[in-house]
T-cell receptor, first 113, second 113 residues
Framework: AQSVTQPDIHITVSEGASLELRCNYS??????LFWYVQSPGQGLQLLLK????DTLVQGIKGFEAEFKRSQSSFNLRKPSVHWSDAAEYFC???????????WGAGTKLIIKP | NAGVTQTPKFQVLKTGQSMTLQCAQD?????MYWYRQDPGMGLRLIYY???????DKGEVPNGYNVSRLNKREFSLRLESAAPSQTSVYFC????????????FGPGTRLTVL
């Protein structure tokens, strides 16, 4: 069955430290991969997406993610986090011809001052 | 350009009451979606509409109905609300293709007593 796993429910990082959020997927076909961010009380906003080409994708707010087909992963990274990055992050997977996305359960990012 | 709008923002219902959640998008998108978000469960798709005039069930359709009123509007109806339907509901829209971004509304927080 198709699935998306975000192994970390919560992650705590000091302000200025680097960040990596993990996303693993199980999908039969070539996937389209997305990372969304949800600030408290808000809707979801796209950070970045991969659908073809260069496997290292740059997004908004200084985030990047790397698609590794051999590991079925699409991990999100940021070299130096800011307090404003505190939010919940969701990974999602889609496929050509399919209107639905498969969503991970989310990772809540907590920033220590 | 308002993007995706949802009304109401908050609602409290008693068990057995009915209500309709409204969603509209001004981006001329073909596809629209209704999700519910519960703690630790990510986003679960209730219904979607691939294009005007079509609707399809998602992962958790029981207890809900939808209407794609026109290309802009996609409503979600709870005919007889139950406490298990207490959740945050998000509407989203997408142009068409699987690699296209889904744009989200701000959400409706529903409590069923």
């Amino acid at each position: 069955a198709q699935s998306v796993t975000q192994p970390d429910i919560h992650i705590t990082v000091s302000e200025g430290a680097s960040l990596e959020l993990r996303c693993n997927y199980s999908y039969g076909a070539t996937p389209y991969l997305f990372w969304y961010v949800q600030s408290p009380g808000q809707g979801l906003q796209l950070l970045l997406k991969y659908f073809s080409g260069d496997t290292l994708v740059q997004g908004i707010k200084g985030f990047e993610a790397e698609f590794k087909r051999s590991q079925s992963s699409f991990n999100l990274r940021k070299p130096s986090v800011h307090w404003s990055d505190a939010a919940e992050y969701f990974c999602a997977v889609g496929q050509e011809g399919n209107y639905q996305l498969i969503w991970g359960a989310g990772t809540k990012l907590i920033i220590k001052p | 350009n308002a993007g995706v709008t949802q009304t109401p923002k908050f609602q409290v219902l008693k068990t057995g009451q009915s209500m309709t959640l409204q969603c509209a998008q001004d981006m001329n998108h073909n596809s629209m979606y209704w999700y519910r978000q519960d703690p630790g469960m990510g986003l679960r798709l209730i219904y979607y509409s691939a294009s005007e005039g079509t609707t399809d069930k998602g992962e958790v359709p029981n207890g809900y109905n939808v209407s794609r009123l026109n290309k802009r509007e996609f409503s979600l109806r709870l005919e007889s609300a139950a406490p298990s339907q207490t959740s945050v509901y998000f509407c989203a829209s997408r142009q068409q293709g699987a690699s296209d971004t889904q744009y989200f509304g701000p959400g409706t927080r529903l409590t069923v007593l």
